[in-house]
């Protein structure tokens, strides 16, 4: 289990806005985001290519800053800790946020259980939890892969390494994004499930972008994103598959504007 938590939520955002600039051209790939994501919560936020679900991704995980709005992370202002410093930032980010990305991001020349321990060994602590290590190798079944390096893992070995080590701090929120684009099917379902085990079994809080139904079915909410702006949400309760659950997303997306997400 995760150890219990304070009142604050794991993750709140507040009209997000995030602009890039194409020549002298801004063009704005998040438009007043606003997002709370309770304790215990799995949520999807699925959108097409350009609609700004990596950049929002980015941005609740304090490696991009937004140009207006907020974001609170277990109830921190990652803005206003960056202001105050970048190395506290990074500090508080590989304590309290465990990050999934599609390309894994190991490092190739430690092993499994050094790339586990990353955040650990990155933050100048030479003391860990050992039975929080032992128990995650044991329970992503890389026990006789431990002292291997990325090069000699399967795709599906190198995403557990990376859930594990997105754990390894025990933090208050898990991000990943698009995990499953360098898996193939099966994979990419077994990763899900793995996931979504860690959210119903140990009640980690996980927020995770893709454009994929077969991902975000796992999911107990789907916020669907499109053009930098949340169009809607919708319980994935309500949806016996991930075709029906892609039916109804196609249908939001083709319905128009965007509407105001709950408060």
């Known amino acids: 289990m995760s150890e219990p938590r304070g009142p604050n939520p794991p993750l709140e955002t507040a009209n997000l806005t995030k602009r ?17 994501v309770a304790a215990g919560e799995f949520v999807a936020v699925m959108g097409a290519s350009g609609s700004g679900k990596s950049t929002l991704l980015h941005v609740m995980a304090g490696l991009t800053r937004p140009d207006e709005g907020r974001v609170l992370v277990d109830g921190e202002d990652l803005v206003a800790l960056a202001d105050r410093s970048d190395r506290e930032l990074t500090r508080f ?13 190991l490092i190739p020349t430690l092993t499994a259980e050094q790339n586990i321990l990353l955040p650990i060994l990155a933050d100048g602590r030479a003391d860990f ?3 929080r290590l032992e128990n995650l190798i044991a329970r992503f079944g890389l026990s006789r892969r431990r002292h291997h390096r990325p090069d000699a893992l399967s795709g599906g070995e190198q995403q557990r390494v990376a859930i594990a080590r997105a754990l390894i701090t025990d933090p208050a929120i898990i991000l990943a ?3 499953t684009g360098s898996l193939d099917w099966a994979s990419g379902q077994e990763f899900c499930r793995l996931l979504a085990r860690q959210n119903q079994e140990h009640g980690r809080t996980i927020v995770v972008v893709t454009h994929e139904p077969s991902v975000a079915v796992w999911a107990s909410r789907v916020v669907v994103l499109r053009d930098g702006e949340i169009l809607n949400e919708f319980r994935t309760a309500d949806f016996h598959d991930a075709h029906s659950l892609a039916a109804h997303y196609h249908d939001i ?3 128009g504007s965007a509407v105001e997400a709950p408060r």
């Open 253 to 255: 997306v083709g319905a």
């Open 93 to 105: 980010r590989r304590r309290r946020i465990g990050l999934v990305f599609q390309a894994f991001n």
């Open 177 to 179: 994004d698009e995990p």
């Open 20 to 36: 890039f600039w194409q020549g002298n051209t801004p063009v704005e790939a998040l438009r007043g985001v606003s997002l709370a």
């Open 129 to 131: 939890n050992h039975d």
